[in-house]
């Protein structure tokens, strides 16, 4: 019997690709997407120093590849503009990070994730590169079989401008796009 049980594994590695029904996770439910690619509008409440903070808003586009047990990694860039006292905000994140599934219903998907990276600012005409820690929350809400609604409703945005902590908080609206099934 233990034979057997490992040859059918077996099939089932080498036809994953061929075959979405052996790829299908317990309780039958449908195969996941290799990878998702997801982009939108995101909004930042963010900390300017000396005890003033400026509404920035921009656009994000996030390619995520899907592990298993639910996890996923992905990189992210995002993008904001807006004002704040010393004139105009313009300001690029680069991350990676890593997302958890923490409740998967049909209907609605929630997640954990952690992210790292880089952000460039520029402010009145000086750029600074600030080293950026974030945590959050997300809910991906299937519309379609090939595009869901994608909501972080809140991040936690950890910043270190020149020795300088800051705090920022974000959220971001968005729709979530499939690559492939296994």
Request: aromatic share 14%.
């Amino acid at each position: 019997m233990p034979r057997q049980m490992a040859l059918f594994l077996l099939v089932c590695i080498l036809t994953l690709f061929a075959n979405p029904a052996c790829a299908q996770e317990k309780g039958g439910k449908p195969p996941r997407p290799i990878a998702t690619f997801t982009t939108g509008w995101t909004y930042l409440w963010a900390d300017q120093g000396a005890n003033y903070r400026a509404n920035l808003n921009g656009w994000f586009v996030k390619p995520a590849v899907n592990l298993p047990r639910g996890y996923s990694v992905f990189f992210s860039s995002t993008n904001y503009y807006g004002k704040n006292a010393k004139g105009s905000v313009n300001s690029h994140g680069f991350t990676s990070g890593l997302v958890k599934e923490v409740l998967s219903r049909p209907k609605i998907k929630l997640t954990i994730f952690a992210e790292a990276g880089d952000v460039r600012a520029s402010s009145a005409g000086t750029i600074t590169n600030e080293l950026l820690f974030a945590s959050g929350v997300g809910v991906a809400i299937p519309i379609r079989r090939w595009v869901s609604l994608s909501v972080t409703p809140a991040e936690y945005v950890f910043l270190y401008p020149k020795g300088d902590w800051r705090n920022d908080y974000n959220a971001k609206v968005g729709l979530s796009f499939p690559i492939g099934y296994r």
